[in-house]
């Protein structure tokens, strides 16, 4: 069971087992509800109880009783919702026989919705065969289909998709059901929304395609299979990144390698720093590999400055081996070197010494690595700087 549906489940019994509060009546005085109202209540809190552990018999008796179809729990869902949330098919005919609405809101979402995202196959149908609308959706703008592509119930899906769900319908956001199961790498997910008509090349509210969604995941099986339906690698979000990009950023060397199979082009230069911020040195090394330049920077910063904030020894050591600038500097002035000695890398800061990291380098505020260490209590930077300069000294004479 989903936390989601957990959430739910307590909401209900916590309000099923609480005693119904008194009520206050003009004159501020409070008195017990009457004995058919207090009837009607329990009745009404009988038949949820049912609905959710699937005791039919307790259901009818609590329908004959007087229990309201359509009464809405403290959870601000029906029996109609619980039933379908618990996927219990034949209390859902029971209930709608009885009056009770397959659409009634259920706390922003509907009884389909529910169970869609559960995999109650049988209970999608019979709501469907009542008619619920296949293609209704939530208050967030998500469909049955959305709900189900994202939990990965492959069968719940294919069963939407065959009583008309249309698998190009998008959330408030712009989210397909097709960008979620590839987020999630549901493969099978995947297969059904594509042969079901889905838009492989659909972009959400910033551009973002569902072949982004897998590479951020790092599921080559599933990149794979958008590609095979012609996903296009070289699509741009709103910030100009591609899926190369989103895999590089995660450090995902086999979905790289998918990606430039599947005709990759476009995202080299920038793929590459953003693997080095995140120190996937071996993905960084092959993007070099594939032509990529050690040269380029996220908003201004420079890859050596990247490498040194993520306190990435390899990364510095194979972009000084590439023959990167140790002194690149960000466009307010700031070095590795001083990143290093503001955060107490001791590693980093050696390194980028002994290959020409420049000690009296300043930013645009006039602060050099030294004095940020020293405002930042980095004792054993100072040391290592104090060291540096005395050799240098040395040297001179």
Not at 22 to 33: E, L, T
Not at 73 to 86: F, I, P, R, S
């Amino acid at each position: 069971m989903s936390h989601h549906t957990r959430r739910f489940a307590l909401a209900i019994a916590c309000v099923l087992l609480t005693e119904a509060p008194q009520r206050v009546v003009a004159g501020g005085a409070a008195r017990a509800p009457s004995v058919q109202s207090q009837a009607a209540s329990d009745a009404n809190g009988r038949l949820v109880r049912a609905s959710m552990v699937g005791d039919l018999t307790e259901v009818k008796a609590a329908l004959a009783d007087g229990a309201s179809a359509n009464a809405p729990a403290d959870a601000h869902m029906t029996a109609m919702g619980v039933a379908a949330l618990y996927g219990r098919a034949e209390i859902v005919r029971i209930l709608a026989a009885q009056g009770a609405d397959v659409s009634a809101d259920q706390g922003g979402q509907t009884p389909l919705v529910l169970a869609a995202g559960e995999g109650h196959t049988q209970t999608v149908e019979a709501l469907i065969a009542l008619g619920a609308k296949v293609g209704a959706k939530d208050k967030m703008g998500v469909t049955a289909l959305m709900a189900a592509a994202s939990a990965n119930r492959v069968g719940t899906v294919k069963a939407l998709l065959a009583h008309g769900a249309d698998p190009r319908d998008a959330t408030t956001e712009g989210s397909t059901a097709l960008m979620a199961a590839a987020y999630g790498g549901y493969a099978d997910v995947v297969s059904a929304l594509i042969a079901g008509g889905a838009d492989v090349n659909a972009k959400d509210g910033s551009g973002r395609t569902p072949l982004m969604a897998a590479a951020l995941a790092g599921d080559g099986a599933v990149a794979r299979t958008l590609l095979a339906a012609k996903a296009d690698p070289n699509a741009e979000d709103s910030g100009g990144s591609t899926a190369l990009v989103y895999a590089a950023a995660n450090g995902h060397v086999g979905l790289v390698t998918a990606l430039i199979q599947g005709g990759s082009k476009k995202g080299l230069d920038q793929a590459f720093p953003f693997a080095i911020r995140g120190c996937h040195t071996d993905l960084a090394k092959k993007l070099v590999e594939l032509g990529a330049k050690t040269t380029g920077r996220i908003d201004g910063v420079s890859t050596v400055v990247l490498a040194a904030s993520a306190n990435c020894t390899p990364a510095l050591e194979f972009l000084i081996g590439r023959g990167i600038d140790v002194n690149a500097a960000n466009e307010d002035g700031t070095t590795a070197l001083m990143v290093a000695a503001a955060e107490g890398y001791v590693s980093a800061a050696k390194l980028l010494l002994d290959h020409g990291a420049n000690l009296e380098a300043t930013n645009q505020n006039k602060e050099t690595a030294w004095l940020l260490a020293a405002m930042a209590n980095q004792l054993e930077i100072v040391e290592i700087f104090k060291a540096h300069r005395a050799a240098r000294e040395k040297e001179k004479r």
